[in-house]
């Protein structure tokens, strides 16, 4: 995505994947901490 040609919709586009990178980021998280428990 350029400034010049941007879609339309494109502040929309941002926030989706700016919350499927923060459940990511989630599930990673959660992962490392089962992991954690697990060996403790």
Known sequence: MDPEN???DWKRQVKRWD???YA???VIV???T???A???
């Open 34 to 36: 089962l992991l954690v």
């Open 6 to 8: 941007r879609p339309a």
């Open 24 to 26: 990511r980021v989630a």
């Open 30 to 32: 959660g992962a490392f």
């Open 19 to 21: 919350r499927f990178h």
């Open 38 to 40: 697990a060996l403790v």
